[in-house]
């Protein structure tokens, strides 16, 4: 295995009718997989309908069917998988939580929606998070064979804060799992994860649901992958589909060293700090 080369692939999942039957239809999509995949990535709210209203309905205990299911999927085929994002409950509230599994099964990172999506655009989109969900508490970077990657859930791409910090961590890949609208979608889907990745050095993986024309919430879908050039390397229609890339870590560290603006920042003037977790 090169750990230069970080294979991916993302699947922008069309929901089915219970989870049951979207467990199923994962299973068959890992089929389109190829052989030497090294990480296999998930949408936002997967396993439920994007429906604030509905989020406490489809909520699971931290190691519930969804979780679990997750789990052994990574173990039987061998992957790292983002397991997208689904509602989660723990003590009288619900998260709107990531998960990240190793080829073991075992769980290596885990991360709760810090920004709560409440918009209310005139003649556009009107959603509030808040009414059911609750925010989490911090900026969340692990560590694999291939480098530190960050995790973070939608609307935390908007934070340039938030980035920066998994930069400062380590991270040379972000990974958003993310359901943008049909309003904000066109105007700043490609435009956040290009500037993300330009910002920060850092290849940003963004994963969201197919588009579903019957869905109260209708996803702008067009998963990407941009790079630390700030270019985008590949990107989906609005249809189910898998998207695949490779991420030459290589060619992002020569970038850091050729146009090195993480080691030119002027701390002397500012500075980002990351305040005690809660």
Aim: a negative charge; hydrophobic letters at 35%; aromatic letters at 10%.
């Amino acid at each position: 295995m090169s750990t230069d080369t970080l294979r991916i692939a993302c699947i922008q999942l069309a929901k089915q009718p219970t989870k049951e039957e979207t467990y199923a239809h994962i299973r068959t999509l890992f089929g389109s997989i190829p052989n030497g995949t090294d990480l296999v990535m998930l949408p936002e709210m997967w396993n439920g309908p994007y429906d604030a209203s509905l989020f406490p309905t489809f909520a699971e205990p931290e190691n519930g069917p969804s979780r679990q299911f997750l789990s052994s999927l990574a173990k039987e085929k061998r992957v790292f998988l983002c397991g997208g994002s689904i509602a989660e409950s723990e003590n009288g509230c619900v998260y709107n939580t990531s998960y990240v599994f190793d080829p073991n099964g075992m769980q290596i990172a885990k991360h709760r929606k810090a920004h709560l999506f409440d918009i209310d655009i005139d003649g556009g989109q009107h959603f509030h998070e808040s009414d059911t969900l609750s925010p989490g508490t911090r900026a969340t970077v692990f560590s694999t064979p291939f480098c530190r990657m960050g995790l973070c859930i939608c609307y935390d791409i908007r934070f340039p804060e938030l980035a920066r910090l998994m930069a400062d961590d380590g991270a040379e890949v972000i990974l958003v799992p993310a359901a943008f609208n049909m309003t904000t979608g066109p105007a700043h889907w490609e435009l956040l994860f290009r500037s993300r990745a330009l910002d920060n050095q850092v290849y940003t993986v963004g994963t969201a649901p197919a588009r579903d024309r019957s869905a109260s919430y209708r996803s702008w879908g067009h998963s990407i992958v941009c790079s630390p050039w700030g270019d985008v390397l590949v990107q989906a229609g609005e249809r189910e589909s898998i998207v695949f890339a490779a991420l030459d870590l290589a060619r992002l560290r020569r970038v850091r060293e050729e146009l090195p603006v993480l080691k030119q920042r002027r701390t002397d003037l500012y500075r980002l700090e990351r305040t005690p977790e809660k």
